[in-house]
Protein backbone atom coordinates (compact mmCIF):
# COMPACT_ATOMS: atom_id res chain seq x y z
CA UNK A 1 0.00 0.00 0.00
CA UNK A 2 0.92 3.93 -0.75
CA UNK A 3 1.92 6.50 1.76
CA UNK A 4 0.43 9.87 2.25
CA UNK A 5 2.46 12.51 3.27
CA UNK A 6 0.61 15.46 4.32
CA UNK A 7 2.39 19.04 2.93
CA UNK A 8 2.98 22.04 5.04
CA UNK A 9 2.92 25.09 2.83
CA UNK A 10 1.59 28.40 3.23
CA UNK A 11 -1.15 28.08 -0.54
CA UNK A 12 2.59 29.85 -2.36
CA UNK A 13 5.47 27.38 -1.67
CA UNK A 14 6.41 24.17 0.50
CA UNK A 15 7.64 24.75 2.95
CA UNK A 16 10.89 23.06 3.77
CA UNK A 17 9.80 20.41 6.44
CA UNK A 18 8.19 18.56 4.19
CA UNK A 19 11.15 17.36 1.97
CA UNK A 20 12.18 16.15 5.68
CA UNK A 21 9.22 13.95 5.91
CA UNK A 22 9.09 12.67 2.30
CA UNK A 23 12.44 11.48 3.27
CA UNK A 24 10.73 9.15 6.09
CA UNK A 25 8.48 8.16 4.60
CA UNK A 26 10.96 6.97 1.90
CA UNK A 27 12.75 4.95 4.60
CA UNK A 28 8.96 3.03 5.46
CA UNK A 29 8.53 2.05 1.84
CA UNK A 30 9.41 3.96 -1.31
CA UNK A 31 7.86 2.34 -3.77
CA UNK A 32 4.89 4.54 -3.81
CA UNK A 33 4.66 7.69 -1.80
CA UNK A 34 1.64 10.77 -2.32
CA UNK A 35 1.36 14.02 -0.86
CA UNK A 36 -1.65 15.63 -0.32
CA UNK A 37 -1.49 19.42 -0.69
CA UNK A 38 -4.73 20.82 0.95
CA UNK A 39 -5.29 25.26 0.72
CA UNK A 40 -6.63 27.60 -1.11
CA UNK A 41 -5.12 28.37 -4.59
CA UNK A 42 -2.33 26.32 -3.87
CA UNK A 43 -1.49 24.94 -7.09
CA UNK A 44 1.96 26.21 -7.29
CA UNK A 45 2.59 24.25 -4.23
CA UNK A 46 1.29 21.39 -6.05
CA UNK A 47 3.39 21.48 -9.04
CA UNK A 48 6.92 22.32 -6.69
CA UNK A 49 5.82 18.79 -5.04
CA UNK A 50 5.28 16.78 -7.71
CA UNK A 51 9.18 17.79 -8.91
CA UNK A 52 10.63 15.91 -5.87
CA UNK A 53 12.01 12.73 -5.76
CA UNK A 54 10.26 10.11 -4.83
CA UNK A 55 7.09 11.40 -5.26
CA UNK A 56 4.68 9.20 -7.63
CA UNK A 57 1.53 11.66 -7.26
CA UNK A 58 0.35 14.65 -5.89
CA UNK A 59 -3.27 14.90 -4.60
CA UNK A 60 -4.13 18.57 -4.71
CA UNK A 61 -7.43 19.45 -2.87
CA UNK A 62 -8.38 23.34 -3.19
CA UNK A 63 -11.12 24.80 -2.38
CA UNK A 64 -11.45 28.30 -0.55
CA UNK A 65 -12.28 27.36 2.99
CA UNK A 66 -9.23 25.58 2.96
CA UNK A 67 -7.18 28.61 2.90
CA UNK A 68 -6.33 29.02 6.31
CA UNK A 69 -5.81 25.49 7.26
CA UNK A 70 -7.60 25.01 10.02
CA UNK A 71 -7.50 21.17 11.21
CA UNK A 72 -11.49 20.52 11.52
CA UNK A 73 -11.40 20.91 7.49
CA UNK A 74 -8.16 19.51 6.12
CA UNK A 75 -9.07 16.78 8.74
CA UNK A 76 -12.44 15.75 6.49
CA UNK A 77 -10.56 16.28 3.42
CA UNK A 78 -7.76 13.63 4.51
CA UNK A 79 -10.29 11.37 5.43
CA UNK A 80 -11.71 11.09 2.29
CA UNK A 81 -8.69 9.25 1.06
CA UNK A 82 -6.83 8.00 4.13
CA UNK A 83 -8.10 4.19 4.26
CA UNK A 84 -6.50 3.68 1.09
CA UNK A 85 -3.27 4.52 2.35
CA UNK A 86 -1.14 2.03 5.31
CA UNK A 87 1.17 5.15 6.28
CA UNK A 88 -0.25 9.23 6.96
CA UNK A 89 2.81 11.45 7.71
CA UNK A 90 2.90 14.71 8.82
CA UNK A 91 5.43 16.99 10.25
CA UNK A 92 6.19 16.74 13.36
CA UNK A 93 5.42 20.94 13.31
CA UNK A 94 2.77 22.93 15.46
CA UNK A 95 0.25 22.46 12.33
CA UNK A 96 1.50 18.62 12.04
CA UNK A 97 0.72 18.08 16.10
CA UNK A 98 -2.41 19.55 15.40
CA UNK A 99 -3.77 18.07 13.00
CA UNK A 100 -2.30 14.34 13.27
CA UNK A 101 -3.79 13.33 16.41
CA UNK A 102 -7.59 14.46 15.00
CA UNK A 103 -7.14 12.28 11.79
CA UNK A 104 -5.62 9.23 13.31
CA UNK A 105 -8.69 9.77 16.20
CA UNK A 106 -11.41 9.66 13.57
CA UNK A 107 -9.67 6.43 11.94
CA UNK A 108 -9.57 4.64 15.42
CA UNK A 109 -5.98 4.18 15.13
CA UNK A 110 -2.57 5.22 17.20
CA UNK A 111 -1.02 8.11 16.61
CA UNK A 112 3.04 8.23 16.61
CA UNK A 113 4.39 11.37 17.50
CA UNK A 114 8.05 12.42 16.78
CA UNK A 115 9.16 9.91 15.55
CA UNK A 116 13.56 10.02 14.98
CA UNK A 117 13.99 6.66 13.77
CA UNK A 118 12.05 3.89 10.93
CA UNK A 119 12.86 0.35 12.32
CA UNK A 120 10.31 -1.12 10.23
CA UNK A 121 6.75 -0.06 8.57
CA UNK A 122 5.55 -1.01 11.82
CA UNK A 123 7.79 0.28 14.33
CA UNK A 124 9.38 3.53 14.95
CA UNK A 125 11.91 5.37 17.98
CA UNK A 126 10.51 8.29 19.69
CA UNK A 127 11.86 10.62 22.56
CA UNK A 128 9.89 10.80 25.77
CA UNK A 129 10.44 12.12 29.08
CA UNK A 130 11.41 15.51 27.02
CA UNK A 131 14.08 13.36 24.82
CA UNK A 132 15.60 12.04 28.23
CA UNK A 133 14.64 8.46 26.89
CA UNK A 134 13.76 6.53 23.65
CA UNK A 135 10.98 4.56 23.32
CA UNK A 136 10.87 1.82 20.48
CA UNK A 137 7.07 0.77 19.65
CA UNK A 138 4.79 -1.12 17.90
CA UNK A 139 1.85 -0.25 16.31
CA UNK A 140 -0.73 -3.16 15.66
CA UNK A 141 -3.17 -0.66 14.23
CA UNK A 142 -3.85 -1.12 10.36
CA UNK A 143 -3.19 2.35 9.28
CA UNK A 144 -0.08 4.34 10.92
CA UNK A 145 -0.12 8.25 11.66
CA UNK A 146 2.92 9.38 12.32
CA UNK A 147 4.68 13.13 12.81
CA UNK A 148 8.14 13.09 11.93
CA UNK A 149 10.38 14.81 13.88
CA UNK A 150 12.42 17.17 10.79
CA UNK A 151 16.04 17.07 12.42
CA UNK A 152 16.37 13.06 12.62
CA UNK A 153 15.97 13.15 8.77
CA UNK A 154 17.82 14.54 6.01
CA UNK A 155 15.76 16.50 3.49
CA UNK A 156 15.41 14.76 0.28
CA UNK A 157 17.97 15.67 -2.42
CA UNK A 158 15.95 17.73 -4.99
CA UNK A 159 15.10 15.98 -8.76
CA UNK A 160 13.76 17.41 -11.11
CA UNK A 161 11.14 14.72 -11.75
CA UNK A 162 7.33 14.95 -12.63
CA UNK A 163 5.02 13.08 -10.39
CA UNK A 164 1.32 12.90 -11.80
CA UNK A 165 -1.21 15.39 -10.00
CA UNK A 166 -4.66 14.71 -9.59
CA UNK A 167 -6.98 16.91 -8.11
CA UNK A 168 -9.11 15.32 -5.09
CA UNK A 169 -12.28 17.13 -3.36
CA UNK A 170 -12.33 19.01 -0.51
CA UNK A 171 -14.28 17.95 2.52
CA UNK A 172 -15.51 20.49 5.46
CA UNK A 173 -16.27 20.28 9.24
CA UNK A 174 -19.57 22.01 10.05
CA UNK A 175 -18.50 22.46 13.24
CA UNK A 176 -15.34 23.98 13.00
CA UNK A 177 -13.11 27.32 14.61
CA UNK A 178 -12.39 29.93 12.25
CA UNK A 179 -9.13 32.03 11.80
CA UNK A 180 -9.51 35.45 13.07
CA UNK A 181 -6.09 36.53 12.63
CA UNK A 182 -2.51 35.01 11.97
CA UNK A 183 0.37 37.16 12.74
CA UNK A 184 3.95 35.74 11.30
CA UNK A 185 7.09 37.23 12.68
CA UNK A 186 8.70 38.82 9.16
CA UNK A 187 11.71 36.99 8.47
CA UNK A 188 14.44 39.31 8.10
CA UNK A 189 16.90 36.33 9.06
CA UNK A 190 16.38 32.60 8.28
CA UNK A 191 14.12 30.75 10.05
CA UNK A 192 15.06 29.18 13.43
CA UNK A 193 13.48 25.52 12.70
CA UNK A 194 15.66 25.53 9.13
CA UNK A 195 18.44 27.73 9.78
CA UNK A 196 21.80 26.24 9.38
CA UNK A 197 23.77 28.45 12.24
CA UNK A 198 21.40 29.28 15.24
CA UNK A 199 22.75 32.08 17.79
CA UNK A 200 20.84 31.47 21.26
CA UNK A 201 20.73 33.91 24.46
CA UNK A 202 20.06 32.87 27.85
CA UNK A 203 19.15 34.85 30.97
CA UNK A 204 23.31 35.87 31.00
CA UNK A 205 22.48 38.40 28.77
CA UNK A 206 20.48 40.40 31.09
CA UNK A 207 18.24 42.11 29.48
CA UNK A 208 15.77 42.27 25.88
CA UNK A 209 18.01 45.45 24.96
CA UNK A 210 21.57 43.64 25.77
CA UNK A 211 19.46 40.23 23.41
CA UNK A 212 19.55 43.01 20.19
CA UNK A 213 22.94 44.88 20.85
CA UNK A 214 25.30 41.75 21.43
CA UNK A 215 23.72 38.78 20.16
CA UNK A 216 21.99 39.89 16.78
CA UNK A 217 25.28 41.40 15.32
CA UNK A 218 26.35 37.99 16.02
CA UNK A 219 23.31 36.92 14.28
CA UNK A 220 23.79 39.10 11.29
CA UNK A 221 27.33 38.38 11.09
CA UNK A 222 27.01 34.26 10.94
CA UNK A 223 23.64 35.11 8.59
CA UNK A 224 22.03 33.12 11.96
CA UNK A 225 18.80 32.53 12.86
CA UNK A 226 18.10 33.73 16.71
CA UNK A 227 17.49 31.32 19.24
CA UNK A 228 16.48 31.87 23.53
CA UNK A 229 16.41 29.74 26.42
CA UNK A 230 13.21 29.14 28.02
CA UNK A 231 14.47 31.72 31.01
CA UNK A 232 14.98 34.22 28.90
CA UNK A 233 11.41 34.03 27.10
CA UNK A 234 10.34 34.04 30.34
CA UNK A 235 12.60 37.22 31.92
CA UNK A 236 11.09 39.01 28.42
CA UNK A 237 14.41 38.95 26.87
CA UNK A 238 13.52 37.08 23.53
CA UNK A 239 9.87 36.26 21.68
CA UNK A 240 8.39 33.58 22.66
CA UNK A 241 8.83 32.02 18.96
CA UNK A 242 12.32 32.06 19.52
CA UNK A 243 12.50 29.33 22.56
CA UNK A 244 14.73 26.50 21.37
CA UNK A 245 14.03 23.40 24.26
CA UNK A 246 11.03 20.67 24.68
CA UNK A 247 8.55 23.10 25.19
CA UNK A 248 9.95 25.62 22.21
CA UNK A 249 11.49 24.45 19.06
CA UNK A 250 13.95 21.43 18.27
CA UNK A 251 16.84 22.35 16.08
CA UNK A 252 19.81 20.67 14.61
CA UNK A 253 21.62 22.87 12.74
CA UNK A 254 25.34 22.50 11.24
CA UNK A 255 26.38 25.43 14.22
CA UNK A 256 24.95 26.30 17.60
CA UNK A 257 25.88 29.04 19.46
CA UNK A 258 25.00 29.36 23.15
CA UNK A 259 25.48 32.29 24.76
CA UNK A 260 24.68 33.33 28.58
CA UNK A 261 22.38 29.75 28.60
CA UNK A 262 23.49 27.32 31.65
CA UNK A 263 22.29 24.05 29.70
CA UNK A 264 18.69 23.29 31.64
CA UNK A 265 17.40 19.69 30.33
CA UNK A 266 14.78 21.30 28.60
CA UNK A 267 16.75 22.96 26.80
CA UNK A 268 19.33 21.01 25.98
CA UNK A 269 16.46 18.03 24.40
CA UNK A 270 15.70 21.07 21.92
CA UNK A 271 19.47 21.44 20.42
CA UNK A 272 21.56 18.37 21.37
CA UNK A 273 21.65 16.89 17.94
CA UNK A 274 23.01 20.56 16.68
CA UNK A 275 26.49 19.15 14.48
CA UNK A 276 29.02 21.54 16.08
CA UNK A 277 27.71 23.04 19.56
CA UNK A 278 30.02 26.16 21.06
CA UNK A 279 29.08 27.25 24.51
CA UNK A 280 30.07 30.68 25.81
CA UNK A 281 29.22 31.28 29.37
CA UNK A 282 30.88 32.48 32.58
CA UNK A 283 30.19 29.63 34.81
CA UNK A 284 32.90 26.84 34.23
CA UNK A 285 30.42 24.23 35.72
CA UNK A 286 27.49 25.34 33.65
CA UNK A 287 25.93 21.75 32.00
CA UNK A 288 25.40 23.42 28.73
CA UNK A 289 29.75 22.60 28.90
CA UNK A 290 29.10 18.79 28.99
CA UNK A 291 27.04 19.15 25.05
CA UNK A 292 29.47 21.30 23.95
CA UNK A 293 31.92 20.71 21.05
CA UNK A 294 33.72 23.88 21.85
CA UNK A 295 33.72 25.64 25.29
CA UNK A 296 34.62 29.25 26.18
CA UNK A 297 34.38 30.27 29.64
CA UNK A 298 34.50 33.91 30.23
CA UNK A 299 32.09 37.15 29.90
CA UNK A 300 30.25 37.43 27.52
CA UNK A 301 30.11 41.04 26.28
CA UNK A 302 33.51 40.53 26.01
CA UNK A 303 33.56 37.28 24.03
CA UNK A 304 30.95 38.19 21.74
CA UNK A 305 32.08 41.53 20.27
CA UNK A 306 35.29 39.84 19.75
CA UNK A 307 33.73 37.12 17.55
CA UNK A 308 31.86 39.78 15.60
CA UNK A 309 35.07 41.36 14.91
CA UNK A 310 36.59 38.51 13.96
CA UNK A 311 34.09 36.29 12.04
CA UNK B 1 -21.37 27.06 31.90
CA UNK B 2 -19.48 23.97 32.69
CA UNK B 3 -15.96 23.37 32.44
CA UNK B 4 -14.05 20.11 32.32
CA UNK B 5 -10.45 20.08 32.80
CA UNK B 6 -8.43 16.49 32.11
CA UNK B 7 -5.09 16.45 34.27
CA UNK B 8 -2.85 13.30 34.64
CA UNK B 9 -0.17 12.16 37.13
CA UNK B 10 3.54 12.53 35.72
CA UNK B 11 6.60 12.40 37.29
CA UNK B 12 7.72 15.68 38.93
CA UNK B 13 9.42 17.96 36.82
CA UNK B 14 11.74 18.64 38.92
CA UNK B 15 12.90 14.68 38.74
CA UNK B 16 15.12 13.63 36.66
CA UNK B 17 13.82 10.22 34.71
CA UNK B 18 15.59 7.04 35.08
CA UNK B 19 15.66 4.60 33.03
CA UNK B 20 15.83 0.85 33.84
CA UNK B 21 18.58 -1.16 32.73
CA UNK B 22 16.49 -3.70 31.76
CA UNK B 23 15.16 -1.38 28.75
CA UNK B 24 11.62 -2.31 29.80
CA UNK B 25 10.57 1.67 30.54
CA UNK B 26 11.27 4.30 33.25
CA UNK B 27 12.17 3.84 36.79
CA UNK B 28 8.86 5.53 38.87
CA UNK B 29 8.76 3.56 41.83
CA UNK B 30 9.59 6.04 45.11
CA UNK B 31 9.60 8.85 43.15
CA UNK B 32 7.76 12.13 43.31
CA UNK B 33 4.64 12.26 41.07
CA UNK B 34 2.88 15.41 40.09
CA UNK B 35 0.03 16.81 38.01
CA UNK B 36 1.25 17.70 34.39
CA UNK B 37 2.35 21.12 34.12
CA UNK B 38 0.36 21.80 31.17
CA UNK B 39 -2.66 19.83 33.23
CA UNK B 40 -2.16 22.73 35.59
CA UNK B 41 -2.35 25.82 33.78
CA UNK B 42 -5.89 24.11 31.98
CA UNK B 43 -6.76 24.07 35.75
CA UNK B 44 -6.15 27.87 36.91
CA UNK B 45 -7.36 28.74 33.69
CA UNK B 46 -10.37 27.34 34.59
CA UNK B 47 -10.30 28.53 37.77
CA UNK B 48 -9.61 31.95 36.63
CA UNK B 49 -12.97 32.05 34.20
CA UNK B 50 -15.03 30.55 37.36
CA UNK B 51 -13.64 33.52 38.99
CA UNK B 52 -14.65 35.71 36.54
CA UNK B 53 -17.96 34.52 36.50
CA UNK B 54 -18.06 32.81 32.74
CA UNK B 55 -17.64 29.62 34.09
CA UNK B 56 -20.46 28.28 36.71
CA UNK B 57 -18.96 24.76 37.94
CA UNK B 58 -15.45 23.28 37.18
CA UNK B 59 -15.02 19.30 36.87
CA UNK B 60 -11.64 18.03 37.01
CA UNK B 61 -11.14 14.37 35.27
CA UNK B 62 -8.28 11.99 35.57
CA UNK B 63 -8.11 8.85 34.23
CA UNK B 64 -5.43 5.99 35.70
CA UNK B 65 -4.36 4.62 39.19
CA UNK B 66 -6.18 5.41 42.40
CA UNK B 67 -3.22 7.08 42.92
CA UNK B 68 -4.69 9.56 40.68
CA UNK B 69 -6.88 10.92 43.10
CA UNK B 70 -4.28 12.92 44.37
CA UNK B 71 -3.65 14.30 41.45
CA UNK B 72 -7.61 15.20 41.64
CA UNK B 73 -7.54 16.16 45.14
CA UNK B 74 -4.86 19.43 43.93
CA UNK B 75 -7.05 20.21 40.91
CA UNK B 76 -9.81 20.63 43.95
CA UNK B 77 -7.36 22.39 46.05
CA UNK B 78 -6.78 24.88 42.89
CA UNK B 79 -10.57 25.13 42.72
CA UNK B 80 -12.17 22.36 40.73
CA UNK B 81 -15.31 22.02 42.44
CA UNK B 82 -15.86 18.19 41.58
CA UNK B 83 -14.00 15.60 40.22
CA UNK B 84 -14.29 12.61 38.64
CA UNK B 85 -11.25 9.52 38.81
CA UNK B 86 -11.68 7.20 35.83
CA UNK B 87 -9.99 4.35 37.66
CA UNK B 88 -8.16 1.08 36.02
CA UNK B 89 -4.57 0.28 36.63
CA UNK B 90 -4.57 -0.55 32.70
CA UNK B 91 -1.83 1.31 30.84
CA UNK B 92 -4.00 4.10 29.08
CA UNK B 93 -2.62 5.79 25.70
CA UNK B 94 -4.07 8.56 23.96
CA UNK B 95 -7.05 6.92 22.13
CA UNK B 96 -8.40 5.51 24.86
CA UNK B 97 -7.70 8.29 27.28
CA UNK B 98 -9.84 10.61 24.39
CA UNK B 99 -12.41 7.74 24.00
CA UNK B 100 -13.02 7.87 28.20
CA UNK B 101 -12.90 11.73 28.37
CA UNK B 102 -15.78 11.62 25.44
CA UNK B 103 -17.93 9.60 27.78
CA UNK B 104 -17.26 12.41 30.30
CA UNK B 105 -18.17 14.80 28.38
CA UNK B 106 -21.51 12.92 26.58
CA UNK B 107 -22.55 13.19 30.31
CA UNK B 108 -21.12 16.32 31.46
CA UNK B 109 -22.41 18.46 28.43
CA UNK B 110 -19.60 21.21 29.29
CA UNK B 111 -19.47 24.33 27.04
CA UNK B 112 -15.33 24.10 27.25
CA UNK B 113 -12.76 21.11 27.94
CA UNK B 114 -9.44 22.55 28.84
CA UNK B 115 -6.45 20.06 28.87
CA UNK B 116 -2.52 20.43 28.81
CA UNK B 117 -1.20 20.47 25.28
CA UNK B 118 0.98 17.26 26.18
CA UNK B 119 1.94 15.32 29.37
CA UNK B 120 5.38 16.07 30.28
CA UNK B 121 5.80 11.72 30.35
CA UNK B 122 4.88 10.59 27.27
CA UNK B 123 5.05 14.01 25.10
CA UNK B 124 2.55 12.71 22.78
CA UNK B 125 0.68 16.14 22.76
CA UNK B 126 -2.78 14.21 21.05
CA UNK B 127 -5.66 13.86 23.98
CA UNK B 128 -6.84 17.07 23.13
CA UNK B 129 -7.46 17.04 19.54
CA UNK B 130 -7.97 13.51 19.32
CA UNK B 131 -11.39 14.22 22.23
CA UNK B 132 -12.38 16.84 19.93
CA UNK B 133 -11.96 14.98 16.75
CA UNK B 134 -14.53 12.06 18.34
CA UNK B 135 -16.59 14.40 19.86
CA UNK B 136 -16.97 16.76 16.70
CA UNK B 137 -15.81 19.46 18.70
CA UNK B 138 -13.92 22.37 17.16
CA UNK B 139 -10.35 22.92 18.91
CA UNK B 140 -7.85 25.76 19.84
CA UNK B 141 -4.46 23.77 20.77
CA UNK B 142 -1.32 25.46 21.96
CA UNK B 143 -3.48 28.23 23.35
CA UNK B 144 -1.61 31.48 24.97
CA UNK B 145 -4.97 33.24 25.73
CA UNK B 146 -8.72 32.52 26.10
CA UNK B 147 -11.94 34.98 26.35
CA UNK B 148 -15.74 33.96 25.85
CA UNK B 149 -17.44 36.38 23.68
CA UNK B 150 -20.88 36.14 23.47
CA UNK B 151 -21.17 32.45 22.23
CA UNK B 152 -17.90 32.03 20.82
CA UNK B 153 -14.43 31.44 22.43
CA UNK B 154 -11.24 33.29 21.18
CA UNK B 155 -8.26 32.12 21.39
CA UNK B 156 -4.56 33.11 20.43
CA UNK B 157 -2.70 30.34 20.17
CA UNK B 158 0.63 29.49 19.40
CA UNK B 159 2.40 28.23 16.24
CA UNK B 160 5.61 28.03 14.40
CA UNK B 161 7.03 31.43 13.53
CA UNK B 162 3.84 33.62 15.51
CA UNK B 163 0.67 33.85 16.50
CA UNK B 164 -2.67 32.90 15.42
CA UNK B 165 -6.30 34.22 16.91
CA UNK B 166 -8.93 31.12 15.96
CA UNK B 167 -13.11 31.89 16.81
CA UNK B 168 -14.80 29.19 18.07
CA UNK B 169 -17.92 27.84 18.73
CA UNK B 170 -19.11 25.87 22.06
CA UNK B 171 -18.69 23.71 23.46
CA UNK B 172 -14.80 23.74 22.43
CA UNK B 173 -11.33 21.55 23.09
CA UNK B 174 -8.46 24.07 23.87
CA UNK B 175 -5.21 22.68 24.76
CA UNK B 176 -3.13 24.94 27.36
CA UNK B 177 0.51 25.91 26.04
CA UNK B 178 3.00 27.35 28.45
CA UNK B 179 2.25 31.25 28.45
CA UNK B 180 -1.25 30.87 29.58
CA UNK B 181 -0.92 31.63 32.74
CA UNK B 182 0.84 31.23 35.82
CA UNK B 183 -0.78 28.20 37.68
CA UNK B 184 -1.52 29.34 41.79
CA UNK B 185 -0.12 27.85 44.86
CA UNK B 186 -2.26 25.88 46.83
CA UNK B 187 -2.82 27.21 50.22
CA UNK B 188 -3.55 25.40 52.99
CA UNK B 189 -7.29 26.28 53.70
CA UNK B 190 -8.21 25.03 49.91
CA UNK B 191 -6.08 21.69 50.96
CA UNK B 192 -8.12 21.29 53.87
CA UNK B 193 -11.65 22.20 51.53
CA UNK B 194 -10.54 20.08 48.81
CA UNK B 195 -10.91 17.08 50.67
CA UNK B 196 -14.57 17.95 51.47
CA UNK B 197 -15.35 18.05 47.80
CA UNK B 198 -17.29 15.10 45.81
CA UNK B 199 -15.15 12.74 43.97
CA UNK B 200 -17.01 10.94 42.11
CA UNK B 201 -15.23 7.15 40.97
CA UNK B 202 -15.74 5.47 37.49
CA UNK B 203 -14.31 2.70 35.72
CA UNK B 204 -13.62 2.29 31.78
CA UNK B 205 -16.34 -0.63 31.77
CA UNK B 206 -19.04 1.86 33.28
CA UNK B 207 -18.58 4.28 30.63
CA UNK B 208 -18.59 1.61 27.91
CA UNK B 209 -14.67 2.20 26.37
CA UNK B 210 -12.03 -0.33 25.27
CA UNK B 211 -9.20 0.61 26.50
CA UNK B 212 -6.82 -1.99 24.81
CA UNK B 213 -3.89 -0.07 23.86
CA UNK B 214 -2.33 0.11 20.30
CA UNK B 215 0.97 0.50 21.26
CA UNK B 216 3.19 -1.99 21.75
CA UNK B 217 6.46 -0.57 23.65
CA UNK B 218 9.22 -3.09 22.84
CA UNK B 219 11.91 -1.06 24.20
CA UNK B 220 13.07 2.28 26.26
CA UNK B 221 16.56 3.20 26.31
CA UNK B 222 19.07 6.48 27.35
CA UNK B 223 19.45 8.42 24.69
CA UNK B 224 22.87 8.52 22.72
CA UNK B 225 25.19 11.60 24.46
CA UNK B 226 27.54 13.81 23.00
CA UNK B 227 31.47 13.45 23.35
CA UNK B 228 33.02 15.83 25.74
CA UNK B 229 34.53 18.31 23.90
CA UNK B 230 37.06 20.68 24.95
CA UNK B 231 37.64 24.38 26.47
CA UNK B 232 39.64 26.51 24.23
CA UNK B 233 41.46 29.36 25.52
CA UNK B 234 40.09 32.76 23.98
CA UNK B 235 37.67 33.56 21.01
CA UNK B 236 41.10 33.60 18.39
CA UNK B 237 41.39 29.54 19.76
CA UNK B 238 37.27 29.26 19.22
CA UNK B 239 37.25 31.01 16.00
CA UNK B 240 40.23 29.07 14.16
CA UNK B 241 39.17 25.36 15.64
CA UNK B 242 35.02 26.39 14.21
CA UNK B 243 37.21 26.89 10.87
CA UNK B 244 40.16 24.46 10.11
CA UNK B 245 38.45 21.66 12.36
CA UNK B 246 34.85 21.78 12.51
CA UNK B 247 34.90 23.73 9.13
CA UNK B 248 31.30 25.20 10.01
CA UNK B 249 33.00 28.80 9.14
Known amino acids: MAILVIAEHDNRALSAVTLNVIAAASRIDATQIHVLVAGSGARAVAVEAAKLASVNTVLLADAPHLEAQIAEHVEATVLTIAKSYSHVLLAASSQGKNLAPRIAAKLDVAQIGDIVEVVDADTFKRPIYAGNAIATVRSVDPIKVLTVRRTAFDPLAAQDTSAGLEEIAAAADGNSAQLVSRTLATRDRPELGQAATVVSGGRGLGSSQNFKDVLEPLADKLGAALGASRAAVDAGFAPNDAQVGQTGKIVAPQLYVAVGISGAIQHLAGMKDSKVIVAINKDAEAPIFSVADYGLVGDLFEIVPEMVAGV | ?249
Not at chain 2, 101 to 119: H, M
Not at chain 2, 127 to 151: C, H, I, N, R, W
Not at chain 2, 203 to 220: E, K, N, S, Y
Open chain 2, 1 to 249: MKVVVAVKRVLDYNVKPRVRSDGSGLDLANVKMSMNPFDEIAMEEAVRLKEAGVATEVIAVSCGTTQSQETLRTALAMGADRAILVETSAELQPLAVAKLLKAIVDREAPGLILLGKQAIDDDANQTGQMLAALAGLPQATFASKVSVEGDRLIVAREVDGGEETLSLPMPAVVTSDLRLNEPRYVSLPNIMKAKKKPMETVTPDMLGVDVAPRLQTLHVEEPATRKAGVRVPDVAALLGALRDEAKVL
